[in-house]
């Protein structure tokens, strides 16, 4: 089972922050926090990952609450092309063989 | 970064065949790569974890007899799909973990009539 759970889907205006909320309660200490974005028939495209502190890159923002049960993603300025499924997953370090599971994600739709 | 490249990107092929998928990691070594399967409007689902030089460990529920792994080297991994049938149509995924995260090939949607 997926150690994740997300809402369903979500709507956001072009141009606004995108919000993607992810809860993973049962994180154990050495697991990371992934997020991946799918379209339709590709493969899942990296977005960002972190441990325990905030992350920034040049495609998003990833907020990770002190206690590491949840986080959030965040787009700042969302384009009509971010419309994907995004999915939260825990997984191991670089390297390691941890095995991805998958969740159902959200389908984050922006609209003009 | 670290890419990992799939072929074919689709196939069709006829009831009773085997197909062959190839997954290679272009500029990085993979040890473990993972083979994934997703049906239409579902997620992904783990099939399988392929061990350079080893035999893959697969998940419960997936036949090895009928998903054949391949990890010869550690550039690259093939699933094999034997006997292929109608249901075994789905997009199958493969993906490395390389030292700054896990990156996914582009996929394979694979066809049986």
């Known amino acids: 089972d997926a150690k994740t759970t997300q809402p369903t889907s979500m709507d956001c205006a072009e141009g606004r922050a995108a919000n993607l909320p992810c809860n993973h309660s049962?994180?154990?200490?050495?697991?990371?926090v992934y997020w991946y974005r799918q379209i339709h028939s590709q493969g899942p495209q990296y977005i960002i990952h972190?441990?325990?502190n905030n992350e920034t890159n040049e495609m998003a923002s990833l907020i990770i609450t002190e206690d590491r049960k949840s986080s959030t993603l965040i787009l700042p300025h969302a384009t009509l092309r971010d419309t994907a499924v995004y999915y939260c997953?825990?997984?191991?370090?670089?390297?390691?063989?941890?095995?991805?599971?998958f969740g159902k994600g959200t389908l984050l739709t922006v609209n003009p | 970064g670290a890419v990992v490249s799939q072929h074919p990107s689709w196939v069709i092929c006829k009831s009773g065949t085997s197909v062959k998928i190839e997954c290679r990691s272009l500029?990085?070594?993979?040890?473990?790569m993972f083979w994934y399967r997703q049906f239409p409007k579902q997620s992904l689902m783990l099939m399988a974890t392929?061990?350079?030089?080893?035999?893959?460990?697969?998940e419960q529920g997936v036949e090895k007899d009928k998903f054949l792994i391949n990890h010869a080297s550690l550039t690259l991994s093939t699933l094999t799909v034997t006997s292929a049938h109608p249901e075994d149509s789905s997009f199958y995924i493969c993906?490395?973990?390389?030292?700054?995260?896990?990156?996914f090939g582009s996929g394979t949607r694979l066809t049986v009539v």
């Open positions: 972190g441990l325990k």
């Open positions: 392929s061990n350079e030089g080893s035999k893959a460990t697969y």
């Open positions: 500029d990085f070594q993979a040890t473990t």
């Open positions: 049962t994180i154990s200490g050495n697991e990371y």
């Open positions: 993906s490395a973990n390389r030292q700054d995260g896990y990156t």
């Open positions: 997953i825990v997984g191991g370090s670089g390297g390691s063989n941890y095995k991805l599971t």
